[in-house]
């Protein structure tokens, strides 16, 4: 079992910066892939980024050149630092984990409960 929390989420003007973190805890994390993904009220959960066991990335169309998915294996974390926020950036971003890592939200076993983010214009 892992055991995932996501922190960073807030309210932000357009063009800001947000860091969110998801912490984990369980089995060794290292082992683990890690995705982030959102979801607009009334839309589908959409991929952002992920990141693999060896620290291969992956990034939306739609936050790429703008985003930066990291890990810190000590620590147990994975960060999502994201610039120049947009309004279509609301929503509410999950991170979920799982051996290998993938851009679909059905690869993923293990979720956390979500942190809102929110860009005003």
């Known amino acids: 079992q892992v055991q995932l929390v996501e922190t960073g989420g807030g309210l932000v003007q357009a063009g800001g910066s947000l860091r969110l973190s998801c912490a984990a805890s369980?089995?060794?994390?290292?082992?683990?892939?890690v995705g982030w993904f959102r979801q607009a009220p009334g839309k589908e959960r959409e991929f952002v980024a992920a990141?693999?066991?060896?620290?291969?990335?992956y990034y939306a169309d739609s936050v790429k050149g703008r985003s930066t998915i990291s890990r810190d294996n000590p620590k147990n974390t994975v960060h999502l630092q994201m610039n120049s926020l947009k309004p279509e950036d609301t929503a509410v971003y999950y991170c979920?984990?799982?051996?290998?890592?993938?851009?679909?939200?059905?690869?993923?076993?293990?979720w956390g409960r979500g942190t809102q983010v929110t860009v005003s214009s």
């Open positions: 979920a984990a799982n051996p290998g890592a993938s851009t679909s939200y059905k690869w993923y076993d293990y």
């Open positions: 369980g089995r060794t994390f290292s082992a683990y892939g």
């Open positions: 990141i693999s066991r060896s620290g291969t990335t």
